[in-house]
Nanobody, 116 residues
Framework: QVQLLESGGGLVQAGGSLTLSCEASGTPFDTRVMGWYRQAPGKQRELVAIRTRTGSTTYSDFVKGRFTISGIVRNTVSLQMNTLKSEDTAVYYC???????????WGLGTQVTVSP
């Protein structure tokens, strides 16, 4: 059974940094796409950053220049978050699309809290 295991969330002061990691396990296949979404209380889930295995990246405007998504290595991806703001507080969800049928998978989420 495919699982996405997230780690690295926590509490940080504004201006600080955190690194999130996600590993897709339970599949013999490669992930085609991996990335991160987030959901703040009372808001819809939104894209943060996505990376394809071929190297393409997509960032939401609100994280450009502050967050960096790593390459996909052995079905693992990381998100380096710098200059965090209180509005970055949310549950961050790992997303993966796994070959060969391009099925979508989600992690359970990891809480990121940025104090003012």
């Amino acid at each position: 059974q495919v699982q996405l295991l997230e780690s690295g969330g926590g509490l940080v002061q504004a201006g600080g940094s955190l690194t999130l990691s996600c590993e897709a396990s339970g599949t013999p296949f490669d992930t085609r796409v991996m990335g991160w979404y987030r959901q703040a209380p009372g808001k819809q889930r939104e894209l943060v950053a996505i990376r394809t295995r071929t190297g393409s990246t997509t960032y939401s405007d609100f994280v450009k220049g502050r967050f960096t998504i790593s390459g996909i290595v052995r079905n693992t991806v990381s998100l380096q978050m710098n200059t965090l703001k209180s509005e970055d507080t949310a549950v961050y969800y790992c997303y993966a699309q796994i070959t060969p049928i391009s099925a979508d998978y989600w992690g359970l989420g990891t809480q990121v809290t940025v104090s003012p």
